[in-house]
């Protein structure tokens, strides 16, 4: 009911959207570029993608179907997806597209390095708490033992196309599968051609190229205190994907907050000392995987995680309001004025002794 009312708004206002979809950018461009944007609503979340250049229309509305395509692929509710078909196989081996055998195996092989802090099979878990259908509750110790016993990344068996998934374990990509589209919807934005596009997926931004004139995109980074952006980081071809449990989140009979962030240790929403991590790096996918495991992992794991990889930025942000930045980007970041009581370290390669 919900899902179809916002459906219903979100069409009321692409139909108003849609007359302004493409023309010429505004005097605040620094050129005089086309430009084409699509809003659409997608993996229950709202897309926004923008492309500067000729022909960028038709190249977005290929995009905007290439997410729904690989939607009906990957979701969990859907009866027809691959991952539902898995999901409900019975411990029976199942044959998979290219596409989703890719991701499955993306999100193995990260819940493997990761230390198993990401876990495509925390499904059922999620789904304990409410955060599947919004009817949010405070499971049992019991009852999350229970069903961490069929939670384990581990015991999943993919080879080539070829998938075996336990009876009674369940898959979810819900954590890789929005970065992991980014980068596909980016490729083929590059295949026809575009150099300057932003993607916009529920917050994520998928950067390709750099703005028309060569400059980098000014990217907002959300505070998870409430209103407005703490600050603003400049990017150019990077993915920029943000985890925080005040993104989704319930206050229990308890009075106390629990997110949609699950620790696959315990079973319970993380509660540690960050709010937000944003994760930058070079694909998307890496990028969604990283930032929902580096939360869990928190401050101190997420740093020691970073110096063994190095491969990525990331900007952590503490609810006594610390901001923790790597040193890769710590020139591209500039923080809000309105927020210059937050304390700014950055995170050295080296650690000091
Ligand atoms: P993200 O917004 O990318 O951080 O993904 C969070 C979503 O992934 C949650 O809403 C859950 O559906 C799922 N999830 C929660 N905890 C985990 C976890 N530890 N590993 C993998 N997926 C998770
Ligand atoms: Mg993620």
């Not at 591209?332 to 000091?352: D, I, K, P, R, Y």
């Amino acid at each position: 009911m919900k899902r179809t009312f916002l459906l219903i708004v979100l069409s009321l206002f692409m139909i108003s959207l849609t007359a302004c979809a493409s023309r010429k950018a505004g005097g605040a461009a620094a050129d005089d570029q086309e430009r084409s944007r699509r809003e659409f609503f997608a993996m229950d979340t709202y897309m926004t993608f923008t492309a500067y250049g000729e022909g960028t229309e038709q190249a977005l509305q290929e995009a905007e179907e290439e997410i729904y395509r690989l939607e009906s692929e990957w979701s969990v509710t859907e009866e027809d997806s691959e991952i539902y078909r898995v999901n409900h196989s019975g411990g029976e081996p199942v044959t998979l597209s290219d596409d989703t055998a890719q991701i499955v195996r993306f999100a193995l092989d990260m819940a493997e390095e990761t230390g198993g802090a990401l876990d495509p099979t925390i499904y059922p878990v999620v789904a304990a708490w409410g955060f599947t259908t919004d009817e949010n509750r405070i499971p049992r110790q019991e009852e999350l033992g229970a069903l961490l016993e069929n939670v384990g990344y581990e015991k999943v068996e993919l080879a080539g196309n070829q998938i075996r998934l336990p009876e009674g374990m369940e898959l979810d990509m819900g954590a890789v599968g929005k970065g992991y589209a980014g980068d596909l919807a980016a490729e083929l934005l590059k295949e026809d051609g575009i150099t300057s596009a932003l993607l916009d997926i529920g917050g994520n931004i998928q950067a390709v190229g750099s703005r028309p004139d060569g400059s980098g995109w000014r990217i907002g980074l959300r505070s998870p205190f409430g209103e407005g952006q703490i600050g603003v980081l400049e990017v150019s071809d990077r993915a920029v994907v943000t985890s925080g449990n005040y993104e989704r989140y319930f206050i229990g009979e308890d009075g106390r907050e629990y997110g949609h962030i699950i620790d696959p240790d315990t079973g319970y929403p993380v509660g540690n000392e960050i709010d937000s991590v944003t994760i930058i790096a070079e694909e998307g996918k890496t990028a969604d995987a990283l930032s929902t495991s580096m939360f869990v992992k928190g401050l101190s794991g997420a740093e020691e995680y970073w110096r063994a990889h190095q491969d990525f930025d990331m900007i952590l942000i503490t609810e006594d309001g610390q901001v923790y930045l790597t040193e890769g980007i710590e020139s591209s970041f500039t923080l809000n004025s309105s927020f210059g009581n937050m304390e700014l370290h950055v995170l050295e390669a080296v650690a000091e002794e």
